[in-house]
């Protein structure tokens, strides 16, 4: 397990590097899309008026205070990925983006465009909303506002983590591995507890 | 005896919620310390590093843990002798919940279930959720807050299962609901388990066990024993804490039982993630009010 300070934008070299099991902290932008935002995006064919190349995107809707023509942060939170995993591809493929950051993980099409593509899955840990927020230094933008809390938000971090590169560049899936070896496991655990036919 | 003033009921109702969603219980907070001492694997360790800075910035600067502020339940326990107005406690419980979203403030999360519109209040039709219980050689009004977020509350499940399955099919359920659920309800938290009453009394029961202090068992040897069977064969399942992996995957696994139908066997099944929020106000009838969880 290496941990791995990195700053943004990725370059494909960099998310090369990064094996699943590392931990990652990163400083930088990060943006914040959610299902609404990539609906609007690849279902409605909206072009992002901002360039994710290089980008990490984290699956979010974040709780902000308007003040003036500025966006405060009142807490930002992480939310499960799998129902975003039919847009993954083409954000990593059209638009570039270099790391998606979330929980749960995605599935198999996410993870043969982040091989071919060079991107990572970063998994934050859920329910640690006190931490990132306080690891956003500003909200520098939101696009697309009539979509929030669902719009595009571009956050500066400082030292964002820790992330754990649960899908890798290589075709490793930490999520995936961990439930075999508990498929492995079960039969053992079922006898243990005096379990025997299926119900 | 003054009368009692139900504005009181309004302005706990309103701190127990933002109290939840600030203040993890004692009780969590030391299984979750006891559980990152016997996690080995780097990763986790890593996970319970994040989660520790977490409580204590949301403790330092009475902040939300998470941002799934959930929905709200309040569950009461109406002692004998407390002069209480049920209608008037529900509408000050309602109207607690609404304002302490809308003047703290945080994200309200209730949705109409057809259009999905959003009142940005926690609550709507049906909401808060209420849980009236009634209690002997008590004057106090006991109110138990719960803010339940959507990502454990979504991995819920019952069954109603036959007689003959028995209480493996208990076991069983349990098992599978863990492996199938992984990362998604934020291990390691409480697996809460009800067995035995109607559909939904099984349902109610499995939420009463995610709110149990956790270290406390049942008082049935015979259901504690089941707790900690379950519980030792859930971590040796190596799922880990967010489902990356580990030592540990629950913190505790809680049963509480009701008698059923002789021809029924239900099993419901409540996870609750590892900020396994709740908040407890005691109202005496003078209007002392006593906090904890």
Known sequence: MTTHHLHTPFSDDMIRRLHAGDIVYFDGTLFGIRDLTQIYMFDQRHEP???????????????????????????????????????????????????????????????????????????????????????????????????????????????FGPLTVAMDSHGRHLYREVKSATERRLPEIYRSLGITGGS | M????YQLVEDVAKALYIRALCDLPPDV?????????????PTAQEVFKAIFKTIEIADTHKTLICQDTGLPIYMLKIGSAF??????????????????TREFPFRGSSTHPLTRMNPQTSVGEGLPVLYCDFVEDSSRLDILMVPKGSGSENMSRMRMFYPADGVAALKKFVIDTVFETGANPCPPGI???????????????????IVRPV??????????RMETELEDAINSMGRGPMGL??????????????????????????????????????????????YGY
């Open chain 1, 49 to 159: 008026p901002v360039s994710l190349q290089g980008m990490p995107c984290i699956h979010t809707a974040p709780s902000l205070r308007r003040v003036g023509d500025r966006w405060e942060k009142i807490c930002v939170g992480t939310t499960t990925s799998t129902r975003m995993d039919r847009f993954t591809p083409d954000l990593i493929a059209r638009y570039g983006v270099k790391a998606i950051i979330g929980k749960g993980g995605l599935y198999e099409k996410s993870l043969e465009a982040m091989r071919e593509h060079a991107a990572v899955y970063l998994a934050i840990v859920g329910g640690s909303a006190a931490l990132e927020t306080q690891q956003i230094e500003a909200v520098e933008a939101v696009y697309w506002e009539h979509l929030h809390p669902e719009a595009l938000y571009q956050f500066r971090v400082k030292n």
């Open chain 2, 2 to 5: 003054a009368v009692f003033d």
């Open chain 2, 29 to 41: 907070r030391r299984a979750l310390k006891a559980a990152a001492k016997r996690e080995t694997n």
């Open chain 2, 83 to 100: 002069p209480w107005n049920g209608s008037e406690i529900k509408k000050r419980l309602k109207i607690g919940a609404e304002r302490a």
């Open chain 2, 191 to 209: 697996i809460g388990v009800g067995l035995g009453g109607t559909a939904d009394l099984v349902m109610k029961l499995a939420k009463e066990a």
């Open chain 2, 215 to 224: 270290g406390q068992r049942h008082p049935d040897p015979e259901i504690a």
């Open chain 2, 245 to 290: 992996g580990g030592d540990v995957t629950t913190l505790a696994v809680h049963i509480e039982t009701a008698y059923t139908h002789i021809t029924q066997n239900p099993v419901a099944i409540n996870t609750q993630c590892w900020p396994a929020r709740r908040a407890r106000a005691k109202i005496s009838p003078d209007g002392k009010v006593e």
